[in-house]
Every structure is written in structure tokens, then in C-alpha cells.
T-cell receptor
Framework: QKEVEQNSGPLSVPEGAIASLNCTYS??????FFWYRQYSGKSPELIMF????GDKEDGRFTAQLNKASQYVSLLIRDSQPSDSATYLC??????????????FGQGTRLTINP | NAGVTQTPKFQVLKTGQSMTLQCAQDMNHNSMYWYRQDPGMGLRLIYY???????DKGEVPNGYNVSRLNKREFSLRLESAAPSQTSVYFCASSEQGRDEKLFFGSGTQLSVL
């Protein structure tokens, strides 16, 4: 079993709807959780991070964490065509001397249809 | 402020050739990383450097070596390239801390024939 699992998609959502992206992880010792967005041919960029159970909102984005179920999700409200990208879930398994050993899922490709 | 700069952007090698990927950051970050990205595999950590003078293996270190030349620069060397090393390579840096984000370079597309 991969340490971080995502549905690779593609996930197709109509413009204006809510896009829901899911991620599960295997290590209960995981400390913090990140969502990165990657446009085709570009490098990843951080959207949000979360480390406490519950929801964290930032504009149209909401990250949800359930450590008991080892589940983290990202909701995108009022989806726009510019949200079309691959979304990478990353889990921080360990910090060594301040560096982060992130383990990434395989990414979910999201397409927003106008 | 350039952020994280990687060179080259593209490279084609023959099996058995060697090369070094260069990475430099101008954000005064202590930690630097090398990832590879293959289709359907996400990003996998090759090596990282928590601070100047230290380097450690990540998930997939075989076939690679690294050098943390100074606080700014972290290079990745392929001593004898293999077709399995065909990939997109990303360098990244971060501040130290649990929730610090990674800043990525623009990537190097490497093909080994």
C-alpha cells in the first residue's frame, strides 16, 4: 500500500460547482498535511496546509483533516476554469533537523468545464 | 528575487553518461531538496539537505549523489545515467519548521536514451 493515496482522476467538474479532492495516508504518526497545485508543465505551488483535525478555510479553498480515519480532503468552491490542474496531496512524515520529508500522492487531475 | 533556479531546463543523455543538475536559491533557506516526478507516481524525494553541511537519503537515492556546496547551492549528480532515470527533476527549498512550504524550481526534463 502506498503511503499516500489519491484518486488519479481525471475529475471533471462543471464551472461554479464544488470540486472535492480526497487523499488517504497510512502512517498515523504523520504530522502535517499539504495540498499543492501543479499546472501542466509547471512546478508545484502550495495551496494550503493543515495539521489539526477539522476544517481550514482560505478563500474558495477548504482543507479537511480526519486523523482517526487518516483522511484529508480539499474542497474548491465556485470552481473556475483556472482551477484546472493536478492537485498533489503531501504528508509530512518526519522532520529531521527542520527539513521536511514529504511524501506525495500521485496527484488528481482536475478539469473544470465552462 | 529569483527564488529557486535550476539548470539546465532540458537534457538528453546516453546510457552511461554522467551529468550534474545545478540548483541555487536566494531566499536564505536552510533546507533544500531534490525530487523526481514520473507520470502517475507523484513526486518522490531523492535526497535532501536539512542545513549546510548535511545531506540525507530520501525515498529513491540509488544512482544519485548530492553536494550541498554552500547554503545557496545543492547539486544532484548522475554518475552513470540509466533509462530508468528519465524523469522531471525538481529542486526545492524551505525554511525550517513543520508547516513551512516548499518553494520549487522550474524543473529539469531529463531523457536518458
Amino acid at each position: 500500500q502506498k503511503e499516500v493515496e489519491q484518486n488519479s482522476g481525471p475529475l471533471s467538474v462543471p464551472e461554479g460547482a464544488i470540486a472535492s479532492l480526497n487523499c488517504t495516508y497510512s502512517d498515523r504518526g504523520s504530522q502535517s498535511f499539504f495540498w499543492y497545485r501543479q499546472y501542466s508543465g509547471k512546478s508545484p505551488e502550495l495551496i494550503m496546509f493543515i495539521y489539526s483535525n477539522g476544517d481550514k478555510e482560505d478563500g474558495r479553498f477548504t482543507a479537511q483533516l480526519n486523523k482517526a480515519s487518516q483522511y484529508v480532503s480539499l474542497l474548491i468552491r465556485d470552481s473556475q476554469p483556472s482551477d484546472s490542474a493536478t492537485y498533489l496531496c503531501a504528508v509530512n512524515l518526519l522532520q529531521i533537523q527542520g527539513a521536511q520529508k514529504l511524501v506525495f500522492g500521485q496527484g488528481t487531475r482536475l478539469t473544470i468545464n465552462p | 528575487n529569483a527564488g529557486v533556479t535550476q539548470t539546465p531546463k532540458f537534457q538528453v543523455l546516453k546510457t552511461g553518461q554522467s551529468m550534474t543538475l545545478q540548483c541555487a536559491q536566494d531566499m536564505n533557506h536552510n533546507s533544500m531538496y531534490w525530487y523526481r516526478q514520473d507520470p502517475g507516481m507523484g513526486l518522490r524525494l531523492i535526497y535532501y539537505s536539512a542545513s549546510e553541511g548535511t545531506t540525507d537519503k530520501g525515498e529513491v537515492p540509488n544512482g544519485y549523489n548530492v553536494s550541498r556546496l554552500n547554503k545557496r547551492e545543492f547539486s544532484l549528480r548522475l554518475e552513470s545515467a540509466a533509462p530508468s532515470q528519465t524523469s522531471v527533476y525538481f529542486c526545492a527549498s524551505s525554511e525550517q519548521g513543520r508547516d513551512e512550504k516548499l518553494f520549487f524550481g522550474s524543473g529539469t526534463q531529463l531523457s536518458v536514451l
